[in-house]
């Protein structure tokens, strides 16, 4: 099972989040789930580097998989984090509807 988990700021604001586990949804290469949600988190951390300008403290686990994390520095403008908080909210928002579709394979954590 993927879980992920998102951490606020005071201001309820996404300042970090962690992706773990592996959907196991169907096989290597052919699980849609693993996929649906591989995308919509790449698609994030390369969404904060490129629109929002700068680049988070990113981790992850390039050989086997089932690890992500990004962090958003806390010196960033006005409109980095508000471009960030957009794209954060975007995969938060991706992943609930994935949940709802597949909820044995995928959860957030609360």
């Avoid at 005071?10 to 970090?16: D, K, R």
């Avoid at 096989?27 to 300008?53: F, R, T």
């Amino acid at each position: 099972m993927i879980k992920a988990s998102f951490e606020r700021n005071a201001e309820q604001e996404i300042i970090y989040f962690r992706l773990t586990g592996h959907a196991d949804s169907g096989p290597y290469g052919s699980d849609i789930v693993c996929a649906a949600v591989s995308a919509v988190a790449i698609g994030a951390v390369n969404g904060v580097e490129v629109l929002a300008g700068f680049e988070p403290q990113v981790k992850m686990d390039a050989e086997n998989g089932g690890h992500l994390e990004l962090r958003l520095p806390a010196n960033l403008t006005l409109e980095q984090n508000k471009t960030a908080q957009i794209i954060l909210a975007n995969l938060h928002l991706s992943l609930e509807s994935i949940v709802a579709s597949y909820p044995d394979y995928v959860v957030i954590k609360k």
